[in-house]
């Protein structure tokens, strides 16, 4: 079923009707045609195949003909959380978070930090987190949310059993890949890098750090890398 187009609404229901800016996609960008298979998804994990029975001017009406678990998914939660970061490189970060198999990604500001957050960024970070999903065939298309506290951030890991600081002050890893094992949340930081005060509430709320080399890495490109090395570490790129 990957190959068929594939579109998320918030919840399957008799009638389906496939709205807003779905059904702008749909209609205006793919050229979707009445009895047309699709793929339309939840996020509950499920992928359902349907029919488009009729287009009308403002929305899609679609038949369900069957369900099934996406095989996709990672088996593991993993919680990106990084610092929000100058121009369209947050997007690119959430593009690739989903494409690795992120279940959740949180941006935050940060005492470094030097870009702004707002409604309609956070709504664009989405909306990429949606193309990236339909991209990849996933059938959960991972909501990003926005802290604007660190320690809010630091909170959203709360409850992983792996808790990953990459800070630039580490000079080792205080976590052994080879045995990771669990739902794990990472933390990167933005363009400025964390202070040392960051650097010990992240250690007090128990976070281990993550040394990720002598070389200086783009805030993007960290996020990226590290996400990467988790993902192989719990067997989710196998």
């Keep these: 079923m990957s190959s068929l ?12 009707v496939i709205d807003g800016e779905e059904f702008r996609h749909a209609v205006s960008v793919l050229r979707i045609k009445e009895g047309e298979d699709i793929i339309v998804c939840d996020g509950s994990g ?3 195949l349907s029919k488009v029975k009729k287009i009308n001017k403002k929305d899609l009406e679609v038949e369900v003909l069957s369900s099934a678990e996406s095989d996709v998914e990672a088996k ?7 610092g929000y970061l100058k121009g369209d490189k947050t997007e690119l970060v959430v593009q690739k978070a989903v494409e690795l198999g992120a279940k ?5 500001n940060s005492e470094y930090c030097s870009s702004y957050m707002n409604e309609n960024k956070l709504a664009r970070l989405n909306k990429v987190s949606i193309e990236a999903a339909k991209q990849c065939g996933r059938a959960i298309a991972p909501k990003v949310f926005y802290e604007d506290t660190f320690k809010g951030a630091l909170m959203d890991g709360e409850g992983c059993e792996n808790k990953l600081f990459a800070c630039e002050f580490a000079t080792s890893n205080e976590v052994d890949f080879k045995n990771l094992k669990g739902s794990t ?3 990167v930081g933005s363009e400025g890098g964390f202070s040392k005060e960051e ?3 992240a250690t ?3 976070y281990k750090t993550v ?3 002598k070389r200086i890495l783009r805030a993007e490109t960290a996020s990226i890398a590290l996400l990467g090395i988790i993902m192989h570490s719990l067997g989710e790129l196998e």
């Design 5 to 16: 187009r594939r579109f998320f609404v918030e919840k399957i229901e008799s009638p389906l």
């Design 76 to 82: 593991t939660d993993v919680t990106l959380i990084a």
């Design 46 to 48: 499920l992928e359902y």
């Design 199 to 201: 650097s010990e509430l």
């Design 211 to 213: 040394y990720l080399g």
């Design 104 to 108: 959740k990604v949180i941006v935050f």
């Design 204 to 206: 007090s709320m128990g």
């Design 185 to 187: 949340a990472i933390v």
